[in-house]
């Protein structure tokens, strides 16, 4: 069912076709009788109490694991491509459903490795891991790596974990998989990671 359209003003773009910042002045009746969109750097010069509410930086998103149905623990990602300027990283496990027999410690987990030294493989310092509680529900789960982040009120949720540190040089990302799957069984699931400025 399609929104119940306010006004017939058209919206401002610029050259690509992509709306800017703008707003609706319902006094100036000129486009439509709801009022003409303008350009909100106008406003900003007219009234100095109108603060810049726009959105600066950018948070890199990736795919890490495609979409489909795992029965088994997919590949381990290692993820050394930590942009500039990323001060933390949400690392998300999407579930979109699951199928299949689980015994008690089964079921999936997500498990985060930060690592230090040479080489992703070799002569390479883990320190620490930080991963998911296992679980059998279709629940996504989470890992955020960010220095500020505040704790305290923190709900603390078995699919979610949370830690106050940077991500910093090569992330080991694993998803495990384990229970008794059938053919077409097992955890659909995809995985990305976000980089926060």
Do not use: W
């Amino acid at each position: 069912m399609p929104g119940k359209q306010y006004t017939t003003a058209p919206l401002l773009v610029n050259a690509d076709g992509h709306p800017i910042p703008q707003y609706l002045d319902t006094t100036d009746t000129t486009d439509s009788p709801q009022g003409t969109f303008k350009p909100l750097t106008q406003l900003q010069a007219e009234r100095s109490d109108v603060q810049n509410v726009q959105l600066t930086g950018s948070n890199v998103e990736k795919t890490l694991i495609e979409r489909g149905v795992y029965q088994n623990n997919p590949p381990a990602v290692f993820e050394s491509n930590i942009p500039d300027g990323a001060r933390g990283c949400m690392i998300s496990v999407i579930v979109y459903g699951v199928t299949g027999s689980f015994e008690n410690d089964e079921g999936l987990r997500l498990s985060v490795t930060q690592r230090g030294g040479v080489n992703k493989l070799l002569n390479a310092y883990d320190f620490g891991v930080i991963q998911t509680e296992m679980t059998t529900n279709d629940s996504n789960h989470v890992v955020i790596l960010y220095p500020s982040i505040d704790l305290t009120n923190f709900i603390a949720l078995g699919e979610v974990n949370a830690v106050s540190i940077p991500p910093f040089g090569t992330l080991r990302i694993g998803v495990s998989v384990t229970g008794t799957f059938a053919e077409g069984e097992g955890f659909d699931l995809s995985a990305t990671i976000q980089y926060l400025q």
